[in-house]
């Protein structure tokens, strides 16, 4: 049950009975022969397919983060980080004022990660709220199927080739990691990473993403416990 799909009424009576919200954060930037939304649709489709299950809400996502190192790739586009740490803040006040108090941030951009320490201090003054963060590639259910069928799990790789992502043909074989000589502009990120895809396997068999987006999904459905 997505928000764009109701109207201010459906959403009062939701809050009638229940607090819950999913929102999702992503980027807009390059990911191999991936889609440049994959850190936004690989989160949503965990999201619909949590609400489907659960019944919570799912706010419009956040489809644009921080991702100044890509700003080479044609397609990418970033925001600052202050300016993301504000529009998220501001979308949490505004579900906070209209009764929304359990709301569970799901991250898809490694770039983001900074947000969380805005929540902290949101929560602090938000004595009602409670926030979690889910950042699907990090979680342990993620990295027990990687280790499981040893993928190494890398950007733009087989963990975040699902067929919803994926509009291109993949390469087969995997992708010798480059060497990371610290930190880098855009330009020297496109000279070292190439086609964008930071090493390892190109794709996974087809269960093997069934059974990572079926451990993530699982994760997502614990969290909205709120226990």
């Not at 979308?91 to 490694?110: D, E």
């Amino acid at each position: 049950m997505r928000l764009e799909d109701l109207n201010w009424m459906d959403v009062e009576n939701y809050l009638a009975v229940d607090d819950r919200l999913l929102l999702v954060i992503g980027a807009c930037e390059q990911h191999g022969y991936l889609s440049l939304l994959t850190d936004v649709r690989i989160p949503m489709a965990l999201a619909d397919a949590a609400s489907e299950r659960s019944g919570v809400l799912v706010a419009p996502p956040v489809n644009f983060g921080c991702s100044h190192y890509f700003l080479a790739y044609p397609g990418t586009l970033s925001l600052r980080l202050s300016t993301l740490l504000d529009v998220v803040e501001d979308l949490l006040r505004s579900a906070y004022r209209q009764g929304f108090r359990k709301i569970l941030v799901m991250n898809g951009h490694g770039g983001n990660e900074p947000v969380r320490g805005r929540l902290y201090e949101l929560a602090d003054q938000l004595k009602e709220l409670r926030l979690v963060w889910y950042t699907w590639w990090l979680s342990h259910s993620t990295q027990q199927v990687a280790l499981k069928y040893d993928l190494k799990p890398n950007h733009a790789s087989w963990m975040e080739a699902f067929p919803f992502t994926i509009i291109a043909d993949l390469p087969k074989g995997e992708k010798q990691p480059p060497r990371i000589p610290g930190l880098m502009s855009p330009e020297e990120a496109r000279q070292v990473y190439g086609d964008g895809v930071f090493g390892g396997a190109y794709q996974a068999n087809p269960a093997v993403m069934d059974e990572l987006f079926a451990a993530c999904l699982a994760d997502v459905l614990q969290l909205l416990k709120f226990e």
